[in-house]
């Protein structure tokens, strides 16, 4: 137990050095786009010293590096800054929410494509090389790096155009909560689960097949277990290990997947709040947008590699990995 | 030749893939001057009309201009971008993740580190936020970012089929001649992993599509009046149950696309890696 302990800490050590250079390097990007802030709060028709004065307030004539710390131990204790669009807005009052609707959109389409894609990898893994299998392994394949977009006009094009039983925007009426809207979450989720399908489907095929063929599996066959027993008792606890990583690994087309759903559908997530920022080049929510979605994705990234080194029992009792 | 011939035979799916594939290869070379409409040209009579009036075979959009032809030279952007994406961040992958590989000391968690930090932050925001900082998106600047926010995911790869091959016997030798690391890098082992390499760089050329359209769909592709097929999408959806032609079209575009070249790649790696 105590080398699960050992990665663990291990691993919170390295999230925070990464996240520390990368905060660094999203504040310097942020930073080098063209344009003046202080002439953008101020407008064209700003006086000289108004833009000086304001500067002086906002700190901006102060070394890169003071004002990179103060931006981010600020952001360590929460405090965001505020909007540059929407004028003295706190970020923390807009972000939040929208982060909520994010989150809640991810689950929904990780509880669709996660049980959907290792139900048909399997399917396709024991049957290898019969009509079922060449289905679902070119299905997984033409969806692989099908674009959410794509996915997601042809999804709108049947269920809300054609059928018209879902709405084609997943705005939620102002004064009502998402939970009163759930409909909106089906069409997004379903094109999210299009591209996950592909990746997750496939590799769980082939760790099945890798299975199927190994001795241990070919000796409980050879002694007469039925293939069923052999396939759910002995088969998939090896199985499942490789297809936790994949999908860890692709938390982060998970995550570009959102900026690409949230836009299509106009659903109120963190994806289409950064989209909003680069379009009114909001210079404070662009960074607090891109360190949030670092930090999420590191941290589900670093979650998935505790996860595959307990549940691997090489690791689990021996300490060195294989 | 002869083995890739037998591959083909067995594999019906792979020929639909190629084909496809190179439809749109001469759709974007030869397509533009076959179109009767300019992809700018906007019928001002013909708006939002469906598809076979007036001469326009797929419609038009809410401007009026012709979805055929800004889909035919839309093509062009999208597979020269995608195509030198994938060439220049296999390229670098190879150059960054062999040296990584090779040196194994200082350099390699040098590399690791770095690569990643840059794999901290997912692929699509990196160059979503980059090119939407530097503004007026360019085939160069494009070009440029997504490579590099694809450099990890290659040079990954790289690193990993070099260390297979750096302890194999021919190595050895050529570092008892005496040969230069450059020479035993590039000369000795390259040759001996472009399977791998190869397969690669074609699954990264279905990846680069997926990404470019991607970005030409969040606005930060290559800029108006050049058409894109991603933007096509997005300027087209607040229409779509009037006029779902306008977006139907260059959604169906990106998709065959990908999916042949997936079907290719994937054609590729069997016959280069399985098959041998």
């Known amino acids: 137990m105590s080398n699960i302990i050992e990665i663990i800490l291990k691993r919170v050590g390295t999230l925070f050095a990464t996240l520390l250079i990368m905060s660094f390097i999203i504040f310097i990007l942020v930073e080098i786009m063209p344009g003046d802030v202080a002439q953008m709060i101020l407008g064209q028709s700003a006086t000289e010293e108004s833009l000086a004065a304001l500067r002086e307030v906002k700190g901006l004539n102060e070394p890169l590096l003071t004002r990179y710390w103060k931006w981010i131990s600020q952001a360590v204790q929460g405090d965001l800054g505020e909007s540059l669009y929407m004028k003295g807005v706190a970020i923390n009052s807009i972000l939040w929410r929208r982060v909520g609707h994010s989150l809640v959109l991810a689950a929904t389409a990780f509880l669709i494509f996660v049980p959907l894609s290792i139900f048909f990898g399997v399917l396709a893994g024991v049957r290898e090389k019969k009509f079922s299998d060449s289905l679902i392994s070119f299905f997984g394949l033409a969806t692989m790096a099908l674009p959410e977009f794509v996915s997601g006009i042809l999804l709108i094009t049947v269920f809300a155009v054609k059928l018209d039983v879902l709405p084609i925007v997943s705005v939620i009426p102002i004064g009502e909560t998402l939970w009163q809207n759930l ?93 909003t920022a680069i379009r009114t080049r909001d210079l404070p929510l662009i960074q607090a947008c891109v360190l949030l979605i670092t930090v999420i994705y590191s941290l589900s990234t670093m979650i998935t590699d505790i996860l595959y080194n307990y549940l691997n029992p090489l690791i689990r009792f021996e300490g060195e990995g294989v | 030749m002869s083995y890739i011939l037998f591959q083909l035979k067995r594999n019906p799916l792979a020929i639909l893939g190629i084909c496809i594939l190179i439809l749109w290869i001469i759709i974007a070379i030869v397509g533009p001057s076959l179109v009767p409409f300019s992809y700018t040209e906007m019928d001002s009579v013909n708006q939002l009309v469906p598809m076979g009036t007036d001469g326009h075979v797929l419609g038009t959009d809410n401007l009026g201009r012709d979805i055929l032809a800004r889909i035919v030279y839309g093509s062009r952007s999208i597979l020269s971008v995608a195509l030198l994406t994938s060439i220049l961040s296999t390229v670098l992958g190879v ?18 580190r770095a690569m990643d930090i840059i794999m901290s932050i997912p692929p699509l925001v990196l160059s979503l936020v980059v090119l939407g900082i530097l503004g007026d998106s360019t085939i160069f600047s494009l070009t440029l970012i997504v490579s590099v926010a694809f450099i990890p995911a290659t040079a990954k790869v790289a690193r990993g089929v070099l260390l297979t091959e750096k302890n194999q016997e021919y190595v050895m030798s050529a570092r008892i001649r005496g040969e230069n690391h450059l020479y035993i890098m590039f000369i000795e082992i390259l040759p001996n992993t472009m399977g791998s390499i190869i397969v690669e760089a074609t699954a990264r050329f279905a990846y680069s599509i997926m990404m470019v359209a991607s970005l030409g769909f969040l606005g930060v592709g290559m800029q108006p009046p050049t058409p894109d097929w991603g933007m096509m999408v997005i300027e087209n959806k607040p229409v779509i149950s009037q006029a779902p032609w306008a977006v139907l079209f260059p959604a169906l575009a990106i998709a065959s696309l990908v999916i042949a070249v997936s079907i290719f790649s994937d054609f590729i790696s069997k016959v280069l890696i399985n098959g041998r």
């Open chain 1, 183 to 275: 409909n909106i979450l089906i069409l997004p989720a379903l094109s999210i689960t299009f591209v996950m399908f592909g990746y997750v489907s496939r590799m769980q095929r082939s760790s099945v097949i890798n299975v199927m063929n190994s001795d241990y599996i070919r000796s409980a066959i050879l002694k007469g277990m039925s293939k069923r027993y052999v396939i759910f008792r002995h088969a998939l606890k090896n199985a499942l290990l490789p297809t936790i990583t994949i999908i860890g690994m692709n938390m982060g087309w998970l995550f570009g997947g959102l900026v690409v759903v949230e836009t299509l559908f106009g659903y109120p997530g963190m994806g289409s709040l950064l989209m």
């Open chain 2, 95 to 112: 150059i960054i993740g062999f040296s990584a590989g090779y040196f194994k000391t200082i350099i390699d968690t040098i590399f690791l």
